[in-house]
């Protein structure tokens, strides 16, 4: 029997989860933050491994596919001396009809400290959160949040500019079937930065304002900003026979981002996976100021300080370890 998993029911903080941005304040994003830093740190030193959470078990689970994120949270665990465990729904008992919650029942008889969960229903996480001791992190529910990609996005551009406050975001093409989208505006708005959101109509939900953003339906909006986040067609999450935009060739006309719609100075940014040709031209990907690279290898780390935060700071943001921990 299906699960129902909307809406999202609030889980009690007796534990600290990451489920949304809206979970955060904004002290947790800079504890966060420079924790990440911390360990980019000692990322550059030769043996990489900290013992950190030695004896802690981290079981990744994957509904949906996944190549940055699912990589990126196991070589986090594994840089921390933590044990791990990672499932993917294909070839699991998923595949025999196995329902999320048996599922998450199963996982949680074994005690991990953390559940990292990714499932293409909106709220599966919060219900492992109400079935299981462990902490969860939300790595991707539906078109709903993607607290961890949001972060790691603040890494970087942290990286790049030096400061968050007071930089202009252009977040552009699919934001209705966009977690990425809908998670990074609550983050950037956390940390005093200023966002719009541009694409067609028929990609930007109504309302979406509230969530303290602004909205232009013309390519020209991108030219006031200064980071330019580059988003894909979400085909997966749209419903079949639905159409959104004309045609792919009319969208890469009109939306896709090519050098000649940037101005000097602009960074790019895309969560990936990427469609080139498509959303993104090869030569604005490619370029050596594009800040793709940099958000992957900030996954690495935003990672690590996400597992470390859960299992040594309290509901309250309190951190029970010392700092010498993560150095
Ligand atoms: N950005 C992102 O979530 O990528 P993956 O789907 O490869 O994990």
Redesign the pocket.
């Known amino acids: 029997m299906r699960e129902e998993l909307l809406p999202p029911a609030p889980v009690l903080p007796s534990r600290r989860h990451l489920l949304s941005i809206g979970d955060l304040t904004a002290l947790d994003v800079e504890r966060l933050l420079d924790t990440a830093r911390s360990f980019e740190l000692s990322l550059e030193r030769e043996v990489k491994k900290l013992p950190t959470l030695r004896g802690r078990t981290v079981v990744n689970v994957f509904y949906?596919?996944?190549?940055?994120?699912?990589?990126?949270f196991e070589l986090a665990a594994k840089r921390l001396s933590a044990d791990t465990l990672s499932i993917r729904a294909a070839g699991s008992s998923v595949d025999k009809g196995e329902s999320l919650k048996d599922t998450a029942l199963t996982l949680g008889a074994y005690e991990p400290d953390v559940i990292v969960i990714?499932h293409p229903q909106i709220g599966a996480p919060h219900l492992v959160a109400r079935l299981t001791r462990a902490r969860i992190v939300n790595?991707?529910d539906g078109t709903h949040q993607?607290p961890t990609?949001a972060l790691l996005d603040l890494h970087a551009l942290r990286g790049a500019f030096g400061r968050l406050e007071g930089l202009h975001v252009a977040i552009v093409g699919d934001v209705s079937h966009s977690r990425?989208a809908r998670s990074l505006v609550q983050a950037l708005a956390l940390v005093g930065a200023h966002v719009t959101l541009v694409g067609p109509a028929t990609l930007i939900p109504r309302g979406i304002e509230a969530l303290g953003c602004e909205i232009a339906h013309e390519i020209e909006a991108i030219g006031a900003a200064d980071v330019v986040y580059v988003l894909r067609l979400q085909h997966e999450r749209m419903q079949a026979g639905a159409s959104f935009v004309p045609s792919l060739r009319e969208y890469t006309a009109r939306w896709g981002i090519t050098p000649a719609r940037l101005r000097p100075g602009q960074r790019v940014m895309h969560?990936?996976?990427m469609n080139r040709g498509v959303e993104i031209d090869p030569r604005v990907a490619d370029a050596p100021d594009a800040l793709i690279e940099a958000q992957v290898r900030a996954?690495l780390v935003v990672r690590m300080a996400v597992l470390y935060d859960l299992l040594t700071t309290s509901p309250a943001g309190v951190r029970e370890a010392s700092a010498a921990e993560v150095a």
């Open positions: 949906e596919s996944s190549t940055r994120t699912s990589a990126s990714r790595a991707g993607h990609q990425v969560p990936g996976p996954g």
